[in-house]
T-cell receptor
Framework: NAGVTQTPKFQVLKTGQSMTLQCAQDMNHNSMYWYRQDPGMGLRLIYYSASEGTTDKGEVPNGYNVSRLNKREFSLRLESAAPSQTSVYFC?????????????FGSGTRLTVV | LAKTTQPISMDSYEGQEVNITCSHNNIATNDYITWYQQFPSQGPRFIIQGYKTKVTNEVASLFIPADRKSSTLSLPRVSLSDTAVYYCLVGAHSGNTPLVFGKGTRLSVIA
């Protein structure tokens, strides 16, 4: 099993450009999450989807939109990229029930906005 | 969500046991305590989870006192490859209450 797959792994955007970060999981998990991590910092939650068909804002949602396309896929869109959105973006998934397995993270997308 | 407090950084020599303590004074009855490990340029990886007393797996042990207001992650005989950031999180894992990551503890293992 691949677990959580994120694409692309690296991306450079110009200010004002748009792009969509893709995330897919093959573990039949109910919940999915998008975090961003700035250098030397912990992870901050952008958006999450507790189950298929629902999405909610996290700590830092401004400038982002999400789509839970189906149970497997959860995409993150930057409509008009800004240099402040330069970061590493991690997608994660979880069963969504009390469990001993925790979150499974993808390998991240490194985004630079110039 | 319960707030956690853990040391910013720790140093250890290879072969030593490392204990990282996390404080979570406002932990709720249905909250679990979970620890993650993050290597540079990788996403965090689940290490261990517990509710009370002691939990042990092939990677680490987790000690939780009766009042559950703190927890200690114990890494036996660390090696250079254990150099990473370790995050302590408290939450109900319900999907509707996402985990909040702090800055974690940066563990440096020295030869």
């Amino acid at each position: 099993n691949a677990g959580v797959t994120q694409t692309p792994k690296f991306q450079v955007l110009k200010t004002g450009q748009s792009m969509t970060l893709q995330c897919a999981q093959d573990m039949n998990h109910n919940s999915m999450y998008w975090y961003r991590q700035d250098p030397g910092m912990g992870l901050r939650l952008i958006y999450y989807s507790a189950s298929e068909g629902t999405t909610d804002k996290g700590e830092v949602p401004n400038g982002y939109n999400v789509s839970r396309l189906n149970k497997r896929e959860f995409s993150l869109r930057l409509e008009s990229a800004a240099p402040s959105q330069t970061s590493v973006y991690f997608c994660a998934s979880e069963k969504g029930q009390t469990t001993n397995y925790g979150y499974t993270f993808g390998s991240g997308t490194r985004l630079t906005v110039v | 969500l319960a707030k956690t407090t853990q040391p910013i950084s720790m140093d250890s020599y290879e072969g030593q046991e490392v204990n990282i303590t996390c404080s979570h004074n406002n932990i709720a009855t249905n909250d679990y305590i979970t620890w993650y490990q993050q290597f540079p340029s990788q996403g965090p990886r689940f290490i261990i989870q517990g509710y009370k007393t002691k939990v042990t797996n092939e990677v680490a042990s987790l000690f939780i006192p009766a009042d559950r207001k703190s927890s200690t992650l114990s890494l036996p005989r660390v090696s250079l490859s254990d150099t990473a950031v370790y995050y302590c999180l408290v939450g109900a894992h319900s999907g509707n209450t996402p985990l909040v990551f702090g800055k974690g503890t940066r563990l440096s293992v020295i030869a």
